[in-house]
Structures are given as structure tokens and as C-alpha cells.
Nanobody, 121 residues
């Protein structure tokens, strides 16, 4: 059984940083791409970043490019999302997802439970 467990969310002031973690159980990271999505109140879920399974290529949405960094620790089977220079537009529930194949163009197959990120003074 595949499980994705997110952690690291919380309340942070504008301009601050957070690091989200996604521990993947039951599926080695090199079998499928891993992505971070977010959903703000009243908005559709959007993919913000992804790391491919085979060559580690990274994708970022324009809204987070230059501020967010995705990385992975293969021995720990964990994917991280370092978020810097946070602003109120980043407030959302963040979800980790394992995609259906190696590349970031694939659809999500497994989801984590989500972790709340709130950016507020």
C-alpha cells in the first residue's frame, strides 16, 4: 500500500520560509515522479512543483519560480519543498502526490493528506 505523509506546514509571516516534507511509503522515488500541489480557498488545486523519477528534472509553476525549491532524499524516500519569500498568495493546503509515471506531465495517482500553510502577519 502506498502512503504519502506530509509535514512541515504552519503559520509564517510574510517574507518567511517553511520546508515541507513528503515521506513516501511503499513506492521508491525512482519509480514515479513526485509533485507538490496546493489548493487555496475558493480556487482550484494547482501543481506548484515536481521532480521527475528518472533524471530528477524539476518543474516549477511561474508563481513560485525562484522562491521554491524541490529536492529529494532517496535513502529516506522523502521529497522536500523549501519555500522562501512567502506571501499571502501562498496560503493554501499543500498536497504531495505520486504521479502515474516517471515524468511530471503524468497525472497524480496517490495523494497525501495535505498540510496547511498560512502566511499572515
Amino acid at each position: 500500500q502506498v502512503q504519502l505523509v506530509e509535514s512541515g506546514g504552519g503559520l509564517v509571516q510574510p517574507g518567511g520560509s517553511l520546508r515541507l516534507s513528503c515521506a513516501v511509503r511503499g513506492l521508491p522515488l525512482h519509480y514515479a515522479a513526485t509533485a507538490w500541489f496546493r489548493q487555496a480557498p475558493g480556487k482550484e488545486r494547482e501543481q506548484v512543483s515536481c521532480i521527475s523519477a528518472n533524471d530528477g528534472s524539476k518543474f516549477y509553476a511561474d508563481s513560485v519560480k525562484g522562491r521554491f525549491t524541490i529536492s529529494r532524499d532517496s535513502p529516506k524516500n522523502t521529497v522536500y519543498l523549501q519555500m522562501n519569500s512567502l506571501n499571502s498568495e501562498d496560503t493554501a493546503v499543500y498536497y504531495c502526490a505520486s504521479l502515474m509515471g516517471y515524468g511530471c506531465y503524468q497525472h497524480p495517482k496517490y495523494w497525501g493528506q495535505g498540510t496547511q500553510v498560512t502566511v499572515s502577519s
